[in-house]
């Protein structure tokens, strides 16, 4: 399985952006099968957990201050498909940000170690 973060890009703080993961190569295995995370790497900064939606549909996000409220995670199980949709965009939501898989349920995924498939990543920046 693959997975490929689409839309990151340049904003204007205030406008709203949705990435896109789009997975691939599932074999014998299938879309549905899999959990979902997303996370965002800002400079001088480790990695950090922002979202995570289980196979069933269960989302989970991020409680630091800076992002709450502002995130929404989905997956469209036909387009093969999981999104993340930032709104209000602040400067210092720039940043790389990547999506990651496993296969399972993914109830409490939350930890960079709860995901074992990752894409590249898609950059983020936010002006002023």
């Known amino acids: 399985v693959q997975v490929e973060e689409v839309g990151g890009g340049s904003v204007q703080a205030g406008e709203s952006l949705r990435l896109a993961c789009v997975a691939s190569?599932?074999?014998?295995?299938?879309?549905?099968?899999?959990?979902f995370g997303w996370f965002r790497q800002s400079s001088g900064k480790g990695r950090e957990f922002l979202a995570s939606?289980?196979?069933?549909?269960?989302?989970?996000?991020a409680d630091f201050v800076s992002v709450k409220g502002r995130l929404t995670i989905s997956k469209d199980n036909l387009e093969k498909t999981a999104y993340l949709e930032i709104d209000s965009l602040k400067p210092e939501d720039t940043g790389m940000y990547y999506c990651?898989?496993?296969?399972?349920?993914?109830?409490?995924?939350?930890?960079?170690?709860?995901?074992?498939?990752w894409g590249r990543g898609t950059q983020v920046t936010v002006s002023s």
């Open positions: 939606i289980t196979k069933d549909g269960s989302t989970r996000y």
């Open positions: 190569g599932f074999g014998y295995t299938s879309f549905s099968d899999y959990y």
């Open positions: 990651a898989t496993s296969i399972g349920r993914g109830t409490n995924a939350f930890s960079s170690s709860d995901f074992a498939l």
